[in-house]
């Protein structure tokens, strides 16, 4: 596959990262098949902010397509837009076609037009954002212009869920209550997913996946950790404390990379930005090098109770600090290993 759509071809997000390669097969593996472990780990791609940079969407997907003994999907949670919806890029039928499903979810810069917030209906924006949605297996809520769903894995015991901050907020604050009540009856460990954290994130875990970069005096409104629709971390902190376990609330938004908890102890996991535009990051992206791409391979053990975290692409800060990999215990909030 071609994936460069620019003038010069540059090396592939594969060739680039080899030597994560030993990484990404481990993560997706548990322990031997001796303990005879009733589930296995669920491993997928998270990425968000990609903002209408069709070569960047199409080395995820050829990542995704190099590794899909590995991967079973991706999430692109939120602003597929560039800066408004005037920046507009069908990179569903314009890039090439994954062969696993690759799922989206609604992002600020998503519902503006001119930068107005809201100004599209939520109809006209899901036919922007989910022009196909065949392949992906999901559930939708119920409602008009739904961009809110959830998708069963019960090989890994997991429910994973994707949320919408912007439309739809009282019926979605009832069918993610409904869902989560659900899950403690089946015994399945949640993940949720929206384009922004799911409360403001006062506790900042110390690992390598958490930005130091002071951004608040420049930006205190996004680095805050403000968030549309904050009964979303309620309504999950409620659920973790009648008995459920919550895995993290997977969030983009920032452009940094962000793993920390909610006043009321919700794990949210920030990945920085997909797109190259430096602005919020806390180092260069530089084309046709290891810079240019930043994603997160994503593995979750159920039964050890191990969310790891894979770096693709930008691994560096201005501080030199490296974020490769980590494995974290959610149960007991235990970083096991950080490198």
């Not at 929206?194 to 006062?202: I, P, R």
């Not at 970069?213 to 009648?242: C, H, Q, S, W």
């Not at 190259?276 to 240019?292: A, L, N």
Request: aromatic fraction near 12%; charge should be negative; include cysteine.
């Amino acid at each position: 596959m071609n994936e460069n759509t620019s003038v010069s071809q540059i090396p592939s997000v594969v060739e680039l990262n080899m030597e994560m390669e030993p990484l990404v097969v481990q993560a997706s593996t548990s322990r031997t098949r001796f303990f005879a472990d009733p589930y296995k780990p669920l491993t997928f791609v998270h990425f968000a902010d990609i903002h209408a940079k069709p070569e960047l969407w199409s080395r995820v997907v050829s990542y995704i397509d190099h590794y899909s003994n590995y991967i079973s999907f991706g999430i692109h949670a939120g602003d597929y837009c560039g800066k408004s919806q005037e920046q507009f890029v069908d990179m569903y039928s314009e890039c090439p076609t994954c062969s696993r499903p690759l799922l989206n979810c609604v992002g600020n810069h998503d519902t503006d037009i001119r930068r107005k917030v809201h100004e599209m209906s939520p109809e006209k924006v899901r036919a922007m954002l989910f022009p196909r949605t065949e392949d992906w297996g999901v559930n939708f809520m119920d409602a008009e212009g739904s961009m809110s769903y959830y998708k069963d894995f019960p090989e890994s015991n997991i429910r994973f869920i994707v949320l919408d901050c912007y439309y739809n907020a009282e019926m979605q604050n009832r069918w993610l209550k409904k869902l989560l009540d659900e899950s403690i009856e089946k015994g399945y460990h949640v993940i949720t997913v929206s384009h922004e954290a799911c409360g403001v994130v006062k506790k900042l875990a110390d690992v390598s996946f958490q930005s130091i970069e002071d951004f608040d005096p420049i930006n205190d409104v996004a680095f805050g950790r403000k968030t549309r629709n904050e009964d979303i971390g309620e309504i999950i902190a409620d659920y973790k404390d009648a008995g459920g376990i919550h895995i993290a609330h997977l969030c983009g938004h920032y452009h940094s990379d962000l793993f920390g908890y909610t006043a009321r102890g919700v794990l949210n996991v920030g990945v920085a930005c997909a797109t190259d535009f430096d602005g919020w990051c806390d180092g260069k992206r530089i084309r046709g090098t290891r810079t240019y791409d930043c994603f997160n391979v994503v593995a979750v053990d159920t039964v050890l109770h191990h969310l790891k975290l894979i770096r693709i692409g930008n691994n560096v800060d201005h501080f030199m600090r490296t974020k490769r990999a980590m494995c974290y215990d959610y149960v007991c909030d235990k970083v096991i290993s950080d490198m």
